[in-house]
């Protein structure tokens, strides 16, 4: 159960990224948003010796591509191998998402966890990727898209964590046209070392 404080720690960061994405663009400002939330977080929330708890992971999502402008909407799924390992306060990940109106991202990037008590992991994220498949109702611009993403997640006994997310993929005005995309999935993270006792 989350203390009192930390309820409000994640009550004013909620009520920051609201302000950041209010407003006519919405989610176009997730990028800015992220980094916003990250320093933010690393500023209110105190060490908490779980961090060194979580082994790397296997990341498994799915969920709705391109569900707020609604110009390609489609089903998207990925996988991402998350790293234990930190550069300063950051871990490495490598991901590989396919869409199933044919678009493809590939990638890696760093990422950070963020702990309320044991149990609430917050993880904001970025990554830059390799786009392949523009469709004739969205070409988001230009080859390489970065994807700045935020997750809160449940983490179990065992490690592993259930989670919502929210990506956005902009091309960071890389080509003249600059449409960006969101992505609204479900994560389920499982320690790496649990898939490579199946083998």
Same mark, same amino acid.
């Given at each position: 159960?989350?203390?009192?404080?930390?309820?409000?720690?994640?009550?004013?960061?909620?009520?920051?990224?609201?302000?950041?994405?209010?407003?006519?663009?919405?989610?176009?400002?997730?990028?800015?948003?992220?980094?916003?939330?990250?320093?933010?977080?690393?500023?209110?929330?105190?060490?908490?010796?779980?961090?060194?708890?979580?082994?790397?992971?296997?990341?498994?999502?799915?969920?709705?591509?391109?569900?707020?402008?609604?110009?390609?909407?489609?089903?998207?799924?990925?996988?991402?191998?998350? @790293? %234990?390992?930190? #550069?300063?306060?950051?871990? /490495?990940?490598?991901?590989?998402?396919?869409? $199933?109106?044919? *678009?493809? &991202?590939?990638?890696?990037?760093?990422?950070?966890?963020?702990?309320?008590?044991?149990?609430?992991?917050?993880?904001?994220?970025?990554?830059?990727?390799?786009?392949?498949?523009?469709?004739?109702?969205?070409?988001?611009?230009?080859?390489?898209?970065?994807?700045?993403?935020?997750?809160?997640?449940?983490?179990?006994?065992?490690?592993?964590?259930?989670?919502?997310?929210?990506?956005?993929? @902009? %091309?960071?005005? #890389?080509?003249?046209?600059? /449409?960006?995309?969101?992505?609204?999935?479900? $994560?389920?993270? *499982?320690? &790496?070392?649990?898939?490579?006792?199946?083998?």
């Amino acid at each position: 159960m989350l203390s009192l404080l930390a309820k409000n720690r994640v009550n004013l960061i909620m009520h920051s990224f609201d302000m950041l994405t209010q407003g006519p663009h919405q989610l176009k400002n997730l990028t800015y948003s992220c980094f916003f939330l990250l320093w933010l977080t690393l500023f209110f929330v105190s060490t908490s010796s779980t961090r060194a708890d979580d082994p790397e992971f296997i990341t498994f999502s799915g969920g709705l591509f391109d569900f707020n402008r609604q110009k390609d909407e489609g089903a998207e799924f990925r996988v991402e191998y998350r @790293s %234990n390992e930190k #550069l300063w306060l950051f871990k /490495p990940f490598a991901v590989a998402s396919v869409v $199933n109106n044919g *678009m493809s &991202f590939w990638g890696g990037g760093v990422l950070l966890d963020i702990y309320f008590g044991r149990r609430l992991v917050f993880t904001p994220s970025f990554a830059p990727t390799l786009w392949f498949g523009e469709t004739d109702d969205l070409d988001l611009g230009h080859v390489i898209e970065f994807r700045s993403q935020i997750e809160i997640a449940y983490r179990f006994d065992n490690r592993s964590r259930l989670g919502l997310s929210v990506s956005h993929y @902009s %091309n960071a005005s #890389l080509a003249d046209e600059n /449409p960006g995309t969101e992505s609204l999935l479900l $994560n389920y993270s *499982m320690p &790496f070392k649990n898939l490579a006792n199946l083998f």
